[in-house]
Nanobody, 121 residues
Framework: QVQLVESGGGLVQPGGSLRLSCAASGTIVSIGNMGWYRQAPGDQRELVASITRGDVTYVVDFVKGRFTISRDNSKNTVYLQMNSLNSEDTAIYFC???????????????WGQGTQVTVSS
């Protein structure tokens, strides 16, 4: 069994910063791609950023220059540093990971439970 646990969300003023963390635990052989999605009320879940095991990153245009994704493979953890936050960034942020838990089976996609980020004065 694999679990992803997010932390770091909360209430922040416009222009502020937050750092989200997502740690994977359980039976893990290796982790491939990791990343973050977000979902605002009434909207579909949308990709924010992703990172490969080799640290190749992708950040969507609407957060480029403000958000940075990174990971620590020794801790099975992915991070999302969010700067210059505005009200449009308010959403639930979900992390995901492609986890290989057996040498005999393909990797599976796992999701965290989500962490609320609210940007408001």
């Amino acid at each position: 069994q694999v679990q992803l646990v997010e932390s770091g969300g909360g209430l922040v003023q416009p222009g502020g910063s937050l750092r989200l963390s997502c740690a994977a635990s359980g039976t893990i052989v290796s982790i491939g791609n990791m990343g973050w999605y977000r979902q605002a009320p009434g909207d579909q879940r949308e990709l924010v950023a992703s990172i490969t095991r080799g640290d190749v990153t992708y950040v969507v245009d609407f957060v480029k220059g403000r958000f940075t994704i990174s990971r620590d493979n020794s801790k099975n953890t992915v991070y999302l540093q969010m700067n210059s936050l505005n009200s449009e960034d308010t959403a639930i942020y979900f992390c995901y990971a492609d986890v290989k838990f057996s040498n005999y089976l393909p990797a599976r996609n796992y999701w965290g439970q989500g962490t609320q980020v609210t940007v408001s004065s």
